[in-house]
């Protein structure tokens, strides 16, 4: 199977688990992609973020890689730790993201989803450890 084809069948199960494309859910899935890349298959994650929408949306995101072993906490902006039994490795949204996406209308949901796929991990992520 191809990275192109696990995307699209990971997309579609953050889809169908948050109920509609947006871009706090995309950035949740792309953290986790980025995550797997880097340590190998993430078994849970420590998600630090603002506790309403739609900055917990990146949760479910986040459930479309790892399942539900997601603990959260309050925090500022968007960063997880994500963690495979014996590497882990915490990744940051970028602020200036974070500001321009937190506003999203609901009828730019999609559009901006889309914007943040397009993007790459450079403009999005900042690699704040690993171990």
Do not use: Q, W
């Amino acid at each position: 199977m191809s990275l192109i084809s696990i995307r699209k069948e990971v997309l579609d199960k953050a889809v169908n688990l948050h109920g509609h494309l947006g871009p706090f859910l995309v950035l949740g899935l792309r953290m986790g992609l980025k995550a797997m890349r880097i340590i190998g298959n993430p078994t849970s994650c420590e998600v630090f973020t603002v506790m309403k929408k739609p900055y917990i949306c990146a949760v479910d995101g986040l459930k479309a890689i790892i399942g539900d072993n997601i603990t959260l906490y309050e925090g500022e902006g968007l960063l997880v730790r994500f963690y495979n039994g014996k590497d882990s490795i915490v990744i940051s949204v970028k602020k200036n993201i974070l500001e321009k996406y937190a506003k999203t209308s609901l009828e730019k949901c999609e559009e901006d989803a889309r914007l943040i796929m397009r993007s790459s991990d450079e403009e999005l992520f900042e690699l704040l450890k690993t171990n």
